[in-house]
Nanobody, 127 residues
Framework: QVQLVQSGGGLVQSGGSLRLSCTAS????????IGWFRQAPGKEREAISC????????YYADSVKGRFTISRDTTKNTVYLQMNNLKPEDTASYYC????????????????????WGQGAQVTVSS
C-alpha cells in the first residue's frame, strides 16, 4: 500500500522545538518533491516548506524562515521538518505531501500538485 506516514507533533511551550517525520511506505521518496503544509482552524492551508527531489532546492514560507528546516534521509525514506523557536501562531495541523518529479529539480507550494498526503499531525504551541 502506497502511503505517507507521519510522526511527531504534540504539545510544546513557546520557544520549544519539535520534529515532524514523513516516511513513505510502498514507494521510494527519491523521485518525489516533498511539501509540508499546515492548516489552522478557520484558516487556509498554507505551504510552509518544500524540498525538491534532488534536494537542491528548498522553500520556506516567510513565517517559518530561519526557524524551520526541511531535510531528507534517503536511507530511511523519510523527510523531516525540524521546527525550532515555536510560537503560538504555529499551532495547526501539519501535513506532508509528495509530488512525483523524477529527476527534475522542481517543487511546488500548490497543494493541488501533490499526489500523496500524510495523515496529518497536530502541533500545539502554548504561550
Amino acid at each position: 500500500q502506497v502511503q505517507l506516514v507521519q510522526s511527531g507533533g504534540g504539545l510544546v511551550q513557546s520557544g520549544g522545538s519539535l520534529r515532524l517525520s514523513c516516511t513513505a511506505s510502498g514507494f521510494t521518496l527519491d523521485y518525489y518533491a516533498i511539501g509540508w503544509f499546515r492548516q489552522a482552524p478557520g484558516k487556509e492551508r498554507e505551504a510552509i516548506s518544500c524540498i525538491s527531489a534532488t534536494n537542491v532546492n528548498t522553500y520556506y514560507a516567510d513565517s517559518v524562515k530561519g526557524r524551520f528546516t526541511i531535510s531528507r534521509d534517503t536511507t530511511k525514506n523519510t523527510v523531516y521538518l525540524q521546527m525550532n523557536n515555536l510560537k503560538p501562531e504555529d499551532t495547526a495541523s501539519y501535513y506532508c505531501a509528495a509530488l512525483l518529479a523524477g529527476t527534475l529539480d522542481v517543487l511546488s507550494t500548490n497543494a493541488e500538485d501533490y499526489d500523496n498526503w500524510g495523515q496529518g499531525a497536530q502541533v500545539t504551541v502554548s504561550s
